[in-house]
């Protein structure tokens, strides 16, 4: 595996002159700093011209999926085409997950991928940057703002824990047995395409409460339904009185968790605000 530059490609399917590149999709293999190849896509901004105005220039989204999730899940690519009417986007799959090297750690050594595939965005040509993370993608968005400052102009985190080793409902429950038990890592194998490693945290990643005062003055989207089967509204309350001013809350009516929860409502309302933000 190498070990070279994070962010730095490994291999491109597509290779586009250089004038060309900010319009011309990509797919790629980054490698983290850690070694790991990370399965990576680039779309260009859509032409598309509404209420909203143009799509920003300089702006690219870069999206951190939930856990089982990969950068060909449908919900996935929902997500990427809806922010591609407001700037380019990036879309990975995190280790363990499709077609990606490595093992999940659930979130911890996954800020890497995200660090490696914001390089990549950079590397493109885009000035300005703005993660957005869904569920697990959520902590880890929030997690790499605190500890890369700098590195991105807006973050949303959309469906995040607040805190480690929860199991207070049913569905973290079954989660906690998929990932702790060897039965369960089976299953997220053969069920989910999805590979876990078996190794505890050691030390304990910083948590996402924790994180979220280290990412100001950059701007800050914590967004959670108030139908969240996963994490209830504890959660989300529990990162805004973390982040203080500099940060904003939008608690959706009738949402459950995640991008199979997030409409093309909402996807256009957190397009627009980072675009407001970041753009």
């Known amino acids: 595996m190498s070990n070279g530059r994070a962010g730095h490609p490994a291999r491109s399917l597509v290779r586009p002159h ?58 996935v690519r929902r997500v990427a085409t809806a922010f591609m009417r407001y700037g380019a986007v990036v879309t990975f799959s995190f280790r363990g997950h499709g077609r990606s090297g490595g093992r999940s750690t659930v979130g ?14 950079r590397s493109l040509g885009h000035t300005r940057v703005a993660t957005v993370g869904f569920s697990m993608g959520g902590s880890v968005v929030l997690r790499h703002a605190a500890l890369h400052t700098g590195t991105v102009d807006a973050v949303v985190s959309v469906s995040a824990p607040a805190r480690w ?38 030390p304990v990643p910083l948590s996402p409460t924790e994180a979220v005062p280290k990412i100001a003055p950059t701007p800050l989207l914590i967004v959670h339904g108030d ?25 959706e009516p009738g949402m459950g968790h995640a991008e199979h929860a997030a409409d093309d409502g909402l996807l256009a309302r957190i397009g627009d605000w980072a675009v407001a933000r970041a753009g």
Not at 65 to 72: A, I, L, Q, R, Y
Not at 111 to 121: I, R
């Open 18 to 75: 250089s004038e060309t590149s900010r319009r011309t999709p990509m797919r790629t293999f980054l490698h983290t700093a850690d070694g790991i190849s990370i399965d990576s896509v680039y779309d260009p901004a859509a032409v598309v011209y509404d209420a909203s105005g143009p799509p920003s220039r300089g702006l690219v989204f870069v999206v951190a999926h939930g856990f089982t999730g990969d950068v060909d899940r449908p919900h």
């Open 165 to 202: 080793y929860y199991r207070g409902t049913a569905p973290m429950r079954r989660l906690h047995w998929l990932v702790t038990r060897p039965e369960g890592r089976l299953v997220g194998r053969y069920g989910f395409r999805t590979r876990i490693h078996h190794r505890e945290w050691s």
């Open 108 to 121: 911890d050594r996954e800020v890497l991928d995200l660090a490696a595939a914001v390089e990549w965005a």
């Open 227 to 251: 139908r969240d089967g996963y994490f209830p509204v504890d959660h989300p309350r529990m990162l805004a009185e973390a982040a203080g001013d500099h940060g904003e809350l939008w608690l």
